[in-house]
Antibody
Framework: EVQLVESGGGLVQPGRSLKLSCAAS????????MAWVRQAPTKGLEWVAT????????YYRDSVKGRFTISRDNAKSTLYLQMDSLRSEDTATYYC????????????WGQGVMVTVSS | DTVLTQSPALAVSPGERVTISCRAS??????MHWYQQKPGQQPTLLIY???NLESGVPARFSGSGSGTDFTLTIDPVEADDTATYYC?????????FGGGTKLELK
C-alpha cells in the first residue's frame, strides 16, 4: 500500500524558515517524480514544486522560486521542502504527492501538514 | 498561467446524473485530470488524461473533453459523492488547478 506521511509543519514567524519532510513507503520511491501541493485555508489547490525521480531536475512556481527548495533522499525514501523567507501568504496545508511516471498528474497524496506563518 | 474555470457549486439528488465542467484559458490538449476532495481529507485521483478512470474508482465516474473544455460526469450520484472536485492541467507550465466545484446532495 502506498503511503506518504508528511511532518515538520507548525507555526513560524514571517521571514523565518521551516523544513517539511515526507516519508514514502509501499512503492519504489526512486522510480517516481514527487511534488508538493498546498492549499490555503478554505481555498483551492496550488502546485508548489516538483522533483524528478533522481533529483536531477526541479521545478517551482514563480512565487516560491528562490525561497523554497525541494529535495529528496532516495536511500531514505524521503522527500523534503525547505522553506525560507516565509510569508503570510505561504500559510497552507502542504501535501506531498507522487507523480505518475509518464504524465505529471498526482496519483497518491499524503494527509497533509499545516504551516502557519504569523507573528 | 493557464486558468481553469469551474462552477463553484452544484446541488443534486441521489440517483441523478451530474456534469462538472472545467474550461481552460488556453489549450491543454488532453492533459487534464480530476480529483475528489472530501472535507478534512487529502485529494484523490479520479480521472487522468481527460478520460481514463483511475484504478479502484467506481465506473459511475467518467471524463471527457480536449483542448479547452472538459467534463467530469457522475452517473448516478450517490450520497458518498459529497465533496469538492478539482480539475488540474499538466500541459502548460506551471501546472494549475481549477478553483473547485463543491457538490452537495439534496
Amino acid at each position: 500500500e502506498v503511503q506518504l506521511v508528511e511532518s515538520g509543519g507548525g507555526l513560524v514567524q514571517p521571514g523565518r524558515s521551516l523544513k517539511l519532510s515526507c516519508a514514502a513507503s509501499g512503492f519504489t520511491f526512486s522510480n517516481y517524480g514527487m511534488a508538493w501541493v498546498r492549499q490555503a485555508p478554505t481555498k483551492g489547490l496550488e502546485w508548489v514544486a516538483t522533483i524528478s525521480y533522481d533529483g536531477s531536475s526541479t521545478y517551482y512556481r514563480d512565487s516560491v522560486k528562490g525561497r523554497f527548495t525541494i529535495s529528496r533522499d532516495n536511500a531514505k525514501s524521503t522527500l523534503y521542502l525547505q522553506m525560507d523567507s516565509l510569508r503570510s501568504e505561504d500559510t497552507a496545508t502542504y501535501y506531498c504527492a507522487r507523480e505518475d511516471t509518464t504524465v505529471p498528474y498526482f496519483d497518491y497524496w499524503g494527509q497533509g501538514v499545516m504551516v502557519t506563518v504569523s507573528s | 498561467d493557464t486558468v481553469l474555470t469551474q462552477s463553484p457549486a452544484l446541488a443534486v439528488s441521489p440517483g441523478e446524473r451530474v456534469t462538472i465542467s472545467c474550461r481552460a484559458s488556453e489549450s491543454v490538449s488532453t492533459l487534464m485530470h480530476w480529483y475528489q476532495q472530501k472535507p478534512g481529507q487529502q485529494p484523490t485521483l479520479l480521472i487522468y488524461l481527460a478520460s481514463n478512470l483511475e484504478s479502484g474508482v467506481p465506473a459511475r465516474f467518467s471524463g471527457s473533453g480536449s483542448g479547452t473544455d472538459f467534463t467530469l460526469t457522475i452517473d448516478p450520484v450517490e450520497a458518498d459523492d459529497t465533496a469538492t472536485y478539482y480539475c488540474q492541467q499538466s500541459w502548460n507550465d506551471p501546472w494549475t488547478f481549477g478553483g473547485g466545484t463543491k457538490l452537495e446532495l439534496k
